[in-house]
C-alpha cells in the first residue's frame, strides 16, 4: 500500500496551493480519505475528511477556505487550500481509512505559509 503527497511548497498568505494524495494498493472506494496536518511541536490534527460516498467534514480552522476532493477513477485524494494563513503552516499527511478500520498514512509534505 502507498499514499504519496504531493503538491506542498512554499507560499505567501492570501495565497493557494492544491495538495494531493495519489494511492496504490487498496480498494480506493472503500476508503474514507482525510488530511492532517502536524505543526512543529503539535499534535497531528484532522483537517478535512471525505469519505466513501463523498460526504465531507472540515476543521472549524479550514472551512470556506480549503476543499477536500475525491476522484475514484484516479485513485486520488485532492485538498484545494485557498487563502492560506503562516498558521497553516505545518506537515500534511494523507490517510486512508477503511470501513472497517484498517488504516494508512502518507509520508506527508511539507506546507509553509510566510507572512
Known amino acids: 500500500v502507498q499514499l504519496v503527497e504531493s503538491g506542498g511548497g512554499l507560499v505567501q498568505t492570501g495565497g493557494s496551493l492544491r495538495l494531493s494524495c495519489a494511492t496504490s494498493g487498496i480498494i480506493f472506494s472503500l476508503y474514507a480519505m482525510g488530511w492532517y496536518h502536524q505543526a512543529p511541536g503539535k499534535e497531528r490534527e484532522l483537517v478535512a475528511v471525505i469519505t466513501s460516498d463523498g460526504s465531507t467534514n472540515y476543521a472549524d480552522s479550514v472551512k470556506g477556505r480549503f476543499t477536500i476532493s475525491r476522484d475514484n477513477a484516479k485513485n486520488t485524494m485532492y485538498l484545494q487550500m485557498n487563502s492560506l494563513k503562516p498558521e497553516d503552516t505545518a506537515v500534511y499527511y494523507c490517510?486512508?481509512?477503511?470501513?472497517?478500520?484498517?488504516?494508512?498514512w502518507g509520508q506527508g509534505t511539507q506546507v509553509t505559509v510566510s507572512s
Open positions: 490517510n486512508a481509512k477503511h470501513i472497517r478500520g484498517r488504516a494508512y
